[in-house]
């Protein structure tokens, strides 16, 4: 199986009670997650200072017979679903869903860029994903544990999501 993998963060409202209904979202949508990193909170990087911290995930999805097109689709849908509730200036979204890895694809178009761009950058990434996978190797051949410290600090602060 094609091993894909989905970036899920929150700052606003119940949050893990977010990442716990786009997973359930998601599945529903037909993009089934088979495994989840531990909830890690993250302080929030750029933006203002006062911002709530992140709870942020990664999932491994099995998306059965879609694409990564679809599955944009699907991650649209799920995050207008969730996105409904916001503070009254529009601030930061109730979540945020990113396709971080499809298997061996490399993509980088008006839509897609896959692997996410920043994906190495940022340990509200790294650090969940590396609950999913010790020693991850990106598309081009870079190993993730060899690439700079990646920038922001996090920490686990519960169990993995449930999966469906
Ligand atoms: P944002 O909500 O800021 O993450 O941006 C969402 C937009 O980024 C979507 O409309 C996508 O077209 C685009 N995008 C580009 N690459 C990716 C990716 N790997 N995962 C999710 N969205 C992406």
Do not use: K, Y
Not at 43 to 64: C, H, K, M, T, Y
Request: with cysteine; net charge negative; glycine share 10%.
């Amino acid at each position: 199986m094609t091993e894909v993998l989905l970036g899920l963060g929150s700052n606003l409202g119940d949050r893990l009670a977010t990442l716990q209904r786009a997973v359930d979202l998601l599945a529903s949508h037909g993009v089934c997650a088979v495994a989840s990193s531990r909830v890690w909170s993250t302080a929030a990087l750029g933006g203002p200072s006062d911002q709530p911290e992140f709870l942020n995930a990664v999932i491994r999805v099995d998306p059965g017979e879609l694409g990564a097109d679809e599955v944009l689709s699907v991650i649209g849908a799920v995050e207008a679903e969730l996105g409904r509730v916001r503070d009254e200036r529009w601030g930061p979204r109730t979540v945020d869903i990113d396709i971080l890895l499809w298997g061996d694809l490399v993509r980088d178009d008006a839509r897609l860029t896959i692997p996410h761009p920043r994906l190495h950058e940022r340990a509200f990434v790294v650090m969940p994903l590396l609950d999913l996978d010790p020693d991850p190797v990106l598309p081009d051949g870079r190993r993730l544990l060899e690439l700079p410290v990646p920038r922001g600090e996090a920490r686990p602060v519960g169990p993995p999501l449930a999966v469906p």
